[in-house]
Structures are given as C-alpha cells and as structure tokens.
C-alpha cells in the first residue's frame, strides 16, 4: 500500500514539476487591463498584504520626456522583508545588488504591465539550500501577487 | 489487489490530466499576453493581428512557441505540451474566422547571389543588410519614439528562420499587409526573383546570440571588490570616480533604508545610484522592461572585521536574462564603464 501511495505522488510530482518549468524566460510579467494609476495602488496594497514593505518607489520619468518617451507612468517599486533583507546582505554579499526586491510598473496605453526579475533565476548561483528556498518562496509570492493582478 | 489499486490510482491520476486538459485563453494569458496583449495587439511583442495570422501556418506559430526568437526577447518554451501549445494555437485562431493557411515544406531552389540585390534593395530599408531588423527593438511603438510603429522582424533570427517554411517566406514577401505597412511584392519582383530573395533571406541565418558565448564562460552572478581604504573614503572616491565617467548621480540609499526606521537600517551598506542618460535612451528604446535593472547602482559596504566592499551588478549577465541581444552589446559598453569606475575608487 505504501509503495502505491509512494508511486501515486512520483506521478503527481513528475506533473506539477513539468508545468513549473515550462518557461525558460528570466523574467515574471503580467498584464492587467488596469490604469496604471490604479495598477500601482493595488500592486502595493498586494505587497503590504504578503507581508513586505514598500521602501520606496522611484520616479523614471524625471528626463523620460526628454528622451523622446511621451508617457509620465514609469515607476520602480522597491520592496523587501527588513529581516530577509537585513540576513542577505550580511551573508550572501553578491545579492545586494538584487535587494531589497523591485516590481517595474510602466503603462502601455490604457494597459499596464508589471515586470520583476524570477528571483529563481538567482538560485542557479548557489549552492545552499536555504538560499534556494528563499529564493523559491520569493518567487512564490510574486506569482501570486501577479496571479491577483489579473483579476 | 495491490495492481488493481495501482491501476485505480494512474486512472486516478489520468483523470485530473483530461479534467485539467489545457484551456488555451489561460495558458495565453499566463506566457504570451504580457508581452502580445489581451487580443494580440502587440506591445512588447509583436501583433498577432488577424492580417498577420492570415498568412502564417499552424506549424509555423507552433515552432515559434517552442523556439523562441533567441536574443530577440521572446522566449522558447520547450517545456509546454503538444496539447498546451495547440490550445494556445487555438485560442489566438479563435479571434478570427479566417481559414488556416498551410503551406509546402519543400525547399524554395533560387540565386541567393541574385537575391541579395532584390532584399537590399526592396527590403533592407526596414529589415536591415543582415536582417536583424533596425537596431530599435521589438513589438509596437507605444510610448517610445522609434522608426517604425510595429518594428521590422529579424528575420536573420534562427528561431524565425527555424520556424518557417521557404513557401511560407515567399507567402509573406507577396501578400499585402495593411497592419504592418510591408508593401506587396507582387508584380515589382517576377517569380524567379522572389524565389531568390528566398534564399537570400535562408542565408541570413545567424547561429546563436551574442550573450550565448558569453554565459559558457559562468560568469558571476555580482561584480565584488575589496577596497584598500576604509569606508568613508572609498564611498567619496567612487562618487568621484562615477562622476568622472559621465554618470549622473543621484540621493544615495540604505539598502535597509524605508523597510525600517530610520534609526535602525544600517549605514554602513551604501548604493550610489548614478545613470549614463544616452545609454538610458538607447536602452529603454530597445527594452521597455529594463526597468527592473534601474538605477545603476554601486554598493559599499563595510562588514563586521571592518573590510570594505564595492558590489555592482553583473550588467552583462542580467542583460542576457532579457533574451535580447541588441540590449547585451549596450549592456558590454556599460559594464567596462562601471567596471573602470571601480578600479579607479580602489586604486
């Protein structure tokens, strides 16, 4: 009986593994037919609501006019977990320049796209196990931030 | 017993796959619409217009999906189902009730010497002498300036090249597509003048991006220094130092700083943000989303036994995460710049 339950999550995992993997892209994107205006509220009411803190947002449009873009909707959003934040950069030093974390938020017309780098991409580098894990739980919680974006 | 049981559960497990069979508007929504839009208006990525689909095979968009354009932003997704990409396939045929083209497999015989008088004179103006396109990116022009509203393909790409058919590039040299401005060549070339600019446009081929050679070398992930000096000098010589490369600096930052009260963030792990406006332009123009990479910024930081280091990112490497090779050639440039900067703050 053991064996079958054990062969039985074998071919659940095989499954879940192959869907997980199906990208190779470096990147987590999602559109939302939401003006940007309210893009950028929720997508921070989300980040709040996964337990992070926005640290600040950055303007990108200060000269974005002068270099011939015509829209004004341009954002950084940086956020993190103190704690996570405060650990990493004291023991994994060349991940600094990936902390804390950053949503890109720019609109497209009456649209709005949300980009982040796939923290999982980043796992590649390391080899402890608690660092990937971390990394994973990150990428988790973006996905399902942008999975609510959609909605 | 123990078979029948097994036998019960692969059912079991069968049947989640036919109950979840693959639903073609949530997969698109999940891998293509960020980039092509809700209805294949296109963005970051090309239109998927009705006209556009008109003219393209089954066979071609499926190869496309698993292909990707490699250094050309979209993505190859080898790991999607036969089924999976098929519903994708579906669900873009769904928002026309045009019929589905299909085309020869068999290759087109023509002078590609001869052809390349044709293609540089009727099609080098938006495809480029090598094919690449225009050096300006990709998708639909929306809030950035370029040449073109939707950008030329490259059809030097070997994801493009691998995907379509000699009959298919004929098709598509001929047909009169209104979304993309790509004039008919019909009646301005004869037959046999088409054939050979076939295969001209076959020799373009280029093997793999740029970025490709590079990433067989493991590049890391950062860019760590050690300074010789303590932190408060090597802080005011890099602001020097990126100041003397052209960078505009801007307020520094705390990595801690605005995820906790001012009075607890650590002040000794310092980012200077700077950024080089001409090469901000050129990039943005060719990759909307680098954002995610903005500001430039270099990190000191002193650590417990008081040694003091300077972390950049690895420009080279992130900018190979975008799939884009235009943006790799910039992204060199400005790697040696930052690179020097550094050298000069710890010499």
Redesign the interface.
Known sequence: ?N??LK??FV??LI?SS?VS???????L???T?QTFEIAMEKIQRLIEEYGY????I?R?DG??N??????D????I?F???KE??AL?NDY????????L???V????D?T?I???DPD??AD?FDNPDIKHQLRRWHNDIDEMFSEM?I | MKISLILSLMLLVSSFSVLSAPNGEKLYQQYCESCHQTQGEGGIGLPLSNIKMAHVSDQYLEKTIRLGRPGRIMPAYPGLSDAQVASIIGYIRSWSDQPVPTFSSETITGNAENGEKHYKKRCAKCHANDGSGEGEGTGVTKSRKRKFMIMPAAINNSGYLDSVTDEEIREIIIADRDDSKMPSMQGKLTDQEIDDVVAYVRSLKVAQPAFEDYLKEEPELSIIVESPNDFESTVEAARQALSASNFRLFPERYIEQGLVDEFTHNTRQVSLRFCNFSELYQMLKIEPRLGVLLPCRITIIEQPDKSVLIIAPNMKLLSSWFNNDELFKIAEQMEENISNAIEEATF
Not at chain 1, 21 to 27: F, I, Q, V, Y
Not at chain 1, 66 to 71: A, K, L, N, P, V
């Open positions: 009986m064996r079958c062969l039985f071919v659940l499954g192959t993997h199906a990208s190779e892209d470096h990147l994107m999602v559109r037919q803190s926005v640290a600040h950055q990108c000269g974005l002068d270099f011939d873009y015509e829209t909707y341009y954002r950084v940086f993190g977990k103190y934040v405060k950069s030093p060349e991940l600094i320049p990936f902390l804390p950053k949503f890109l720019f609109a497209e017309n649209e796209v980009v982040s780098l991409t980043l580098y959609r």
